[in-house]
């Protein structure tokens, strides 16, 4: 957890809560979100345009913050909607929004240890999973038909409640959050595994942590992965 | 999980509830049942009569349902009885009736990961066992000297109360259902644990899922198994 | 699940539940006592006398019993005293008893899944432990200095309440009971992980599981193993 050669720019977001300046790349770094808060946020730009017909968002996460608390996971807005929100809901379950009423999901408790979080979706079916460690959830069939809205923005550590505003404290993220990655296209079984165990994949090419471009606002650490 | 060739099929299960057509083989599909009803179902055809007296019944399944929801796993009935039938019990357990009272299992629970499931029975002994994930439950002695009788209807998804009818939504089935096998005879633990793994046994002579006659109703899905 | 060459004796035991002859031999047999009786038991013979100053016990077993039901695991009696029983408390806790107030241990639950269960204890410092599937519990110390009295009697099944009398429904055994094996000495933690694993191990002195001698009683199948 050294902060070596990204120390300038980690007690930089310490001290400067406001105009961030756009980084590029986070491979083998971590994003710490180290206490509540609702001014500290990551704000991811994508490879390409999101309107989507289909996706595969993955990331790995661990948090201490208790059973009950919600917590956003990943968001991403447009102007009038919530466009795609992941979310650990106050009772446990993980959840998948777009636009409206959401998608409900058992899934083993997040916790201290990381866990491997890829969740996908295709439009033509509606079909629809979380894969855990590399362990498919049950389908579930959510918003046949749909598509994603491009030109939002896409935020991890907080859920905007309006374009860019209306942050809560209580929903904020704590924790770590690294390898976020996604991709236009669903990804198959071994792919997904393959992921899960670290092992090369097709780049993410909406996301690929190791080159993603990111601003970092408010108190977000940027820490060796170890 | 592209639905691929079968999407012809999967859009004529959503659209037509009613007149089905039989289809041939699942090989490498799964049977997604995605909401509560009492009109979704799949009907099986056995390769031989259903006089037994004895059989292994190897499922994979797996369910979003909460703890306490009683679900039908499998469904066999003549015209006057429930001849063999599969539930997870509204306490968790899992339980099998053959014409009148069963027997009840406590084993692991089941969730959004899938499990795979076999029962086996004789009727000589009366001995019968689950085998979940390949490990056998404790033994039980149920109806020694029982037969199945032969000539009723197979179903998943739902439980009939009568001769094709008496659905009920809140026994139903919702989730993923894949590779039924039906033996009749006992396989022994090593068969299991070869079919727990997805090596090659004996093709199933009731049932052999990659070849299998059957029928959709309702709102089931069959996409690729990944 | 094939009962193969012992059926003569199963179904003995189906219909005589008085006068057992000796049988000799179990291995790779289970004795399977499939409901609550206060009837139904087996009696071993001992190798050699039961005055003991040391022993390791082991066996392997699988319940459906509830929770909160007592289980009597293995009864040694001789005229006045329970020389050596071992239980499954109402509380879930396994106990040992030695003519007098017991030793409790929390171990993870016995279940319908098997467990390796050994006992190992020695009059000279009264270490005593349980070994659950190869993994020693926390010595506790119980009864240094004492000695098991000889000329008793040894059920599995059921707890004589007097010699050969006083059984109860209520604490019978229910469930699968196999590999019961007796040593007059403390054996090594890698002889116990090996008799776990079903490695060769120095035989029992005091029973042998392959050559043992029982007796059955009630209502108790004798079934291979697998």
Redesign the interface.
Known sequence: MSVSMLSVFVFGAFVVATSADTQVGLGAKVLVFPYETDFSYVTLMPLKDMALKAFTLCLRMATELPEERQIILFAYRTADYDELNVWREKDGRISFYMSGDGA????PPLGTFRTSLCL?W?S??G?T?FW?DG???????YKPGHSIRPKGTILLGQDPDKHLGGLEALQSFVGELTDVNMWDF?L???MIQAWHYGHKVPEGNIFNWATIEYELNGNVMVVDDD
Chains 1, 2, 3 share one sequence.
Request: hydrophobic content about 40%; glycine content about 0%; overall charge positive.
């Open positions: 409900f999901f058992h899934l996908t295709e033509v079916t079909l999973a855990v362990k498919r959830s049950t389908y579930q069939v669903v198959s079984r071994s």
